[in-house]
């Protein structure tokens, strides 16, 4: 008995040393291969910005070059239009010219400090040269006088000037004179001290266009009595408009900014940002109801003074029933994309709901605010800085598509009002906002004739979690080795455990009742009709509530290209839509990657939607969809999660809900995407129910 329990033990040590030197081993190769892909990405950061440096140099070279030429080319050309007497086009040519030899100045300096300086690391020390410097330079007045000197408009005396804006004309500040004060009062209207006067003249460079343009939205802006008086010559268009004192907003911006910190508006930063973007509404909803669009909302154009924004710049004003064709005027990155689509169609003003295109611009101007930078992706834009979710929710829904946004500025900002009152707006949850009934999302319709309902997998326990909005759980899989603590427990548990199960496999099946011994013997004689029989483990990761899957991040550095597609000729396990938010940005790897995981699932037998030419008909054949529908649900999955990537908590849910309201084919959704282009991709899994769940989790693992 003894040297039974003597060997037991022995046995157990001479296996716990085989472990832990296994162990250790596994370890040291692993922080040498570590290091090794360590070196080898510092040695391609290394290359990479050596690269760059050579590629800028040898860009600006050529772009330097191409400025020289083609001011020089412009030098005739204006040459001969002063001889011709033809100073309106000397004037154009001249603005071109002057173009040309700016950016020649920038292409300097770019070759002699700013590639250096990015080389050697030191770019954030030049920034205020290549940013800061540029914008205030763009915005400065220009010359004090029009070309008629101070009394060039009859009853103003000019004061000073104004940056003009991208329409062309020029801003003169004005007084008026005694006898135009007193005509003023006479015919009962208001005078104020300053005036601003915005001239469009022939002889200052303006062309015909502009000048039709401005006098067109003139009418327009009369009717809210924004204009003073207009007058159009041969010549030369202005008209007068009282004077708003103030900074402008994005300059404001930067100064709330500045106090807060880099990680976003501090509390009270921000209540004073909601307040611009809520003036701002109020004016936008009092141009609506005058039948107006103002179609240049931006912050450059509002205005800030005395803690209130008031938006200027009549330029574009537009009757919202106009029979004119739709223009793309407007500013990027504060226009809708949608628009300009609309535009290129020949749709004209009152065939679209110009509203929803201001709204889109308060959506971006509130953007903005936030971020202290314009949406360069539009609606696909993140917030990335500190933000209440109901305030980042306003903000998905104002710049969503058409069908999904805010009807009106004044239901905008009925949300606005009750995150910017609340005592602590980072509790306002955004099933509280005055747009949203029952806690149902509005920016997810549902399709006629259907009734929501909530995932298939959501039970009481999940239901009540998603309607607190608790923190969502993040599931791990349980991962071995990380830390030599885990080892040395795990040598412990493996320790205590073998002599124990060492003593009983060798007595203790002795002592047991003979009926049990039976019971053994009697099993041990089916093993071969038990193990034939018993389908083959798999180890799954349980899926989180409602049949949402999590992933960690993923890392593509050693991903190998994928096997050929093999499209399933069974009939498929299931139909999957594939959301792929992943910007095209040409990454071979990447894009293998995105290849691999649409075959993964077709190799499991799933067919899938999203992946692949709308008009691929065999893909198609498989899912029972028709090329329109399958872009119908790619579009109401995509309004589903507005501008949020697949790490975010909140849109998986909205997610989930709409899946539950879709045709009961579509059995689950596979999202991929990152927050930002250096981040990791993430991938997450959205399911009617958990076994569904879990074998498209094993198919895309």
């Not at 910190?261 to 009092?286: C, F, I, N």
């Not at 209130?308 to 990155?333: F, K, N, W």
């Amino acid at each position: 008995m003894g040297g039974v329990i003597v060997f037991v033990v022995t046995a157990a040590a001479a296996l716990l040393a085989v472990a832990l030197a296994g162990y250790v081993l596994w370890k040291l190769l692993k922080g040498i291969s570590w290091g090794i892909a360590g070196l080898g990405r510092g040695i391609g950061w290394c290359v990479r910005h050596v690269f760059e440096l050579v590629a800028g140099l040898i860009g600006d070279s050529l772009r330097l070059a191409g400025h020289l030429l083609t001011a020089c080319a412009y030098l005739p050309v204006i040459a001969i239009n002063i001889l011709l007497g033809r100073m309106s086009a000397a004037n154009h040519y001249g603005s071109a010219l002057e173009s040309e030899v700016l950016g020649s100045v920038n292409c300097l300096y770019r070759l002699a400090i700013g590639h250096v300086a990015r080389f050697l690391l030191l770019g954030p020390m030049v920034e205020g040269f290549e940013r800061r410097m540029p914008d205030v330079i763009a915005r400065a007045p220009g010359p004090d006088r029009p070309s008629g000197g101070a009394n060039a408009f009859e009853g103003w005396k000019v004061t000073g000037s104004l940056a003009g804006g991208g329409s062309g004309g020029k801003l003169w500040l004005a007084e008026p004179t005694s006898e135009k004060r007193r005509e003023l009062i006479a015919a009962g209207r208001a005078c104020p001290e300053k005036v601003v006067i915005k001239s469009f003249s022939l002889e200052e460079g303006s062309t015909l266009p502009q000048i039709v343009r401005e006098n067109r939205a003139l009418a327009a802006a009369r009717e809210l009595g924004l204009v003073l008086e207009h007058e159009l010559t041969s010549s030369r268009f202005h008209y007068v408009m009282p004077y708003v004192p103030g900074e402008d907003l994005g300059t404001a911006t930067a100064r709330l900014h500045a106090r807060s910190g880099p990680m976003g508006l501090d509390d009270e930063p921000l209540r004073t940002a909601m307040g611009y973007a809520a003036d701002l509404l109020v004016t936008l909803d009092r141009f609506h109801r005058a039948g107006l669009w103002h179609k240049d909302v931006k912050p450059s154009n509002i205005l800030v003074a005395d803690g209130r924004a008031q938006l200027v710049d009549l330029g574009l004003i537009t009757p919202l029933a106009s029979a004119m064709t739709l223009t793309t005027h407007g500013t990027e990155y504060f226009r809708d994309p949608e628009m300009v689509k609309l535009a290129l169609k020949g749709v004209k003003v009152h065939e679209v709901d110009g509203v929803k295109f201001d709204v889109y611009g308060a959506g971006a101007v509130l953007y903005s605010l936030v971020e202290n930078s314009f949406p360069v992706h539009g609606s696909l834009s993140q917030l990335s800085r500190r933000c209440p979710e109901a305030l980042r929710w306003i903000v998905r829904r104002a710049m969503a598509d058409m069908a999904n946004r805010y009807a009106s500025a004044q239901e905008m900002l009925a949300d606005l009002r009750v995150v910017q009152g609340a005592p602590d707006p980072f509790r306002v949850r955004p099933a509280e906002l005055p747009s949203l009934v029952g806690g149902q999302d509005v920016a997810a319709p549902q399709p006629a004739g259907t009734t929501p309902t909530a995932p298939a997998t959501a039970s009481p326990r999940t239901t009540d979690r998603f309607a607190a909005r608790a923190p969502r759980r993040r599931l791990r899989r349980l991962s071995l080795g990380r830390g030599l603590s885990r080892g040395v427990l795990f040598s412990c548990a493996l320790l205590l455990m073998l002599p124990l199960l060492g003593t009983w496999f060798t007595l203790g099946v002795k002592s047991l009742h003979p009926a049990l011994v039976a019971l053994r013997d009697q099993a041990s004689s089916h093993k071969d009709q038990v193990v034939d029989a018993a389908p083959a483990k798999v180890d799954v990761v349980s899926p989180a509530p409602g049949g949402v899957q999590t992933y960690e991040p993923v890392s593509l550095d050693h991903l190998a290209p994928p096997a050929p597609a093999i499209q399933p000729r069974t009939p498929p396990l299931g139909v999957v839509l594939l959301l792929d938010d992943l910007p095209d940005t040409g990454d071979a790897m990447l894009g293998s990657w995105r290849t691999g995981l649409a075959d993964g699932l077709q190799l499991a037998r799933f067919a899938l939607l999203g992946a692949g030419a709308t008009q691929d008909d065999e893909r198609l054949a498989l899912t029972g969809f028709t090329a329109a529908q399958e872009i119908d649900l790619l579009a109401g999955a995509r309004a589903a999660v507005g501008l949020s990537d697949p790490s975010d908590g909140e849109a998986a849910r909205h997610l989930a809900t709409w899946l539950g309201a879709q045709d009961q084919r579509l059995d689950a959704i596979v999202w991929i995407g990152r927050a930002d282009p250096q981040q990791p991709v993430h991938k997450r899994v959205v399911a009617r129910k958990a076994e569904m769940a879990e074998r498209v989790t094993r198919a895309i693992e």
